[in-house]
């Protein structure tokens, strides 16, 4: 096998790849969630939102711009292409603090103020031995 033919190898698999990598991300589209409501700890290291996400909606990112009076959490969201069930999952996104919460509002992305929705805790009592 001569030099020319692995290198033509070579590119002919990256091109493959670069092509089936470009197919999955393009039947994707990344969006804004909706916050629904947050909780914060017991111990104010940080919040819990809950976003509207539809079905096979994953998290994206998020974001938090802070200041002395008010914390402004954004939530990004990948949804995949096509059609789904009409259907709104309420899904539970930590957001650490530097600073805890103390007395600051909570704003979403259009800098509404959120719903407090009490202290976050386990969904179900722990069981006792």
Do not use: C, N
Not at 17 to 33: C, K, P, R, Y
Not at 56 to 72: F, M, N, P, Q, S
Not at 79 to 101: C, E, M, N, Q, T
């Amino acid at each position: 096998m001569t030099r020319s033919r692995v290198i033509v190898g070579g590119v002919v698999i990256g091109l493959i790849a670069i092509t089936i990598w470009l197919a999955v991300e393009g039947t994707t589209s990344i969006g804004i969630a909706k916050i629904v409501g947050y909780q914060h700890y017991g111990d104010e290291r940080g919040i819990v939102v809950f976003v509207g996400v539809g079905a096979l909606t994953d998290i994206a990112e998020r974001t938090v711009e802070a200041d002395a009076k008010t914390v402004k959490v954004t939530v990004h969201v990948r949804r995949p292409s096509g059609s789904f069930p009409a259907y709104l999952i309420d899904l539970p996104v930590a957001i650490p603090l530097h600073d805890g919460l103390g007395d600051r509002r909570v704003l979403d992305q259009d800098g509404v103020d959120v719903k407090d929705l009490g202290v976050f805790g386990p969904p179900f009592p722990t069981p006792r031995p």
